[in-house]
C-alpha cells in the first residue's frame, strides 16, 4: 500500500512535500478551496520545483473553478516541471463550492469536463461551448516545448455515491474515498470494484483513502490540544456538512446519541451567525484546517475516537491493516498548518505496517 499526505494548500505546503519525499511518501494531495486557501496549482508548482520523486495531484480539482483550456494548461505546464509526476484527482465540489454557498455540480457536467480536459491534455482539438458560443480549441503549439502533453496524466475521481462510482469505473479513473471508518471504507471498496466489474473494467483499481487523524503518544487522551488541531478539523467538518443538509433532529437515531447531541448544540452556534442569508461564510471558515474557538465545546474524546483517523500506534495500525487487507491502493493523512511535525509520526506508523 502507497502512503500519501493530503495538504489545505499553502505558499509553504513544498515544506512538507519535500520532507514527505525524503520519508518515502509516494503522493501529494492538494486542495482546491479559493477561498480557503491559496491558489492549488501555485502550491503545487512550489513542490514540483522543490522535488524529484513524489507525485503530485489536485485533491480535487472543482471544474466550475475554471474553465477547460485553463485547466488543461496548469496541468501541462505542471507537467513540464515535474514531467510524469502529476495527477488530475476531481470532484463534483463540497469545500471550494459550499464556501460560496454552492452545492456539487451535476456528475454530467463533471463528465463532460473530464473529458474535454483530458482530450485537451491528448492533444486533440475539442468542441468547447462558452459564453453562448460554439468553438474548435486545441493547444495551438505544445511542440514548441512550453508544456508537456506526451506524459500522462492520470484521472483520479472523488466518487462517494453509487452513481459516481460508476461514473468512475466507466472513465477507468483513480477512485478518492474520504473518511476514518475503516469498514465502511473496506464495504465502500467493495462497491466500487462491483462498479468496476459492471464496466469490464480489466485493469487493476487504483483506490486512495483519506483521512485526518492523530497519533496518540502513551496516555495521550484524544481531546488533547494536539489531537484536537490535528483532527478535529475533520469532525468540525460534519456539523458543517449537517447543519446546511439535514433540519433540527433529523438525525436522532442516524448518529450516535452523543453525536447527535454535539449536532443540535453546533446548530444553535450555527444559527447565530451573520448574515442569516449567508451563514454559510462563517460556518465553513477553517474547513478542515482549524477548529473555531465556538466548535471546540463539542469535540469530545469520544467524538474524536469516533469520526477521524485517531489512536495509539497499535490501534492506528490495526486500522490500516483493515485497508490494506480490503485491498486499498493508498492511505493519505492531511496534515493541518502548524501541525507539519506529525508527518514523522505518520512515518513511523508505516514503516510498521
Request: with cysteine; charged share 25%.
Amino acid at each position: 500500500m502507497d502512503f500519501g499526505i493530503a495538504l489545505a494548500t499553502s505558499t509553504e505546503s513544498w515544506r512538507a512535500v519535500k520532507r514527505a519525499e525524503e520519508l518515502g511518501f509516494s503522493h501529494a494531495w492538494f486542495y482546491d478551496t479559493q477561498l480557503l486557501n491559496p491558489d492549488v496549482f501555485i502550491g503545487m508548482t512550489q513542490a514540483a520545483m522543490n522535488t524529484r520523486r513524489i507525485r503530485l495531484g489536485t485533491g480535487v480539482l472543482i471544474p466550475s473553478n475554471r474553465i477547460e483550456p485553463v485547466a488543461a494548461n496548469a496541468f501541462a505546464t505542471l507537467n513540464k516541471i515535474a514531467p510524469g509526476r502529476i495527477d488530475f484527482g476531481v470532484g463534483t465540489g463540497f469545500t471550494g463550492r459550499r464556501t460560496m454557498g454552492l452545492g456539487a455540480i451535476p456528475l454530467a457536467r463533471m463528465e463532460t469536463y473530464i473529458e474535454r480536459v483530458q482530450a485537451l491534455l491528448r492533444g486533440e482539438t475539442i468542441t468547447w461551448d462558452f459564453e453562448g458560443e460554439t468553438r474548435a480549441i486545441r493547444f495551438l503549439n505544445p511542440d514548441f516545448g512550453l508544456i508537456n502533453i506526451d506524459d500522462p496524466i492520470p484521472l483520479h475521481v472523488s466518487a462517494f455515491g453509487p452513481k459516481a462510482r460508476r461514473l468512475t469505473a466507466k472513465l477507468g479513473a483513480g477512485w478518492l474515498n474520504f473518511g476514518a471508518d475503516v469498514q465502511r471504507a473496506a464495504k465502500e471498496l467493495d462497491d466500487m470494484r462491483g462498479a468496476w466489474r459492471e464496466a469490464n473494467r480489466s485493469e487493476p483499481l487504483y483506490s486512495t483513502q483519506f483521512a485526518l487523524g492523530c497519533v496518540l503518544r502513551d496516555g495521550e487522551p484524544a481531546d488533547s490540544p494536539r489531537a484536537i488541531a490535528q483532527a478535529g478539523p475533520l469532525v468540525a467538518v460534519l456539523f458543517h456538512n449537517l447543519v446546511e443538509t439535514t433540519s433540527a433532529g433529523s438525525m436522532a437515531g442516524v448518529l450516535p446519541e452523543s453525536a447527535n447531541a454535539a449536532l443540535e448544540q453546533y446548530r444553535k452556534v450555527y444559527r447565530s451567525y451573520e448574515p442569516a442569508d449567508a451563514r454559510y461564510l462563517m460556518n465553513h471558515r477553517g474547513h478542515l484546517m482549524f477548529v473555531k474557538p465556538e466548535e471546540r465545546p463539542f469535540l469530545s474524546a469520544p467524538l474524536i475516537e469516533s469520526y477521524s483517523f485517531t489512536g495509539t500506534a497499535d490501534l492506528l495500525l490495526d486500522r490500516l491493516r483493515t485497508l490494506e487487507s480490503a485491498g486499498y491502493s493508498q492511505f493519505t493523512i492531511q496534515l493541518v498548518e502548524g501541525q507539519e511535525s506529525a508527518l514523522e509520526d505518520w512515518s513511523d506508523l508505516f514503516e510498521r505496517l
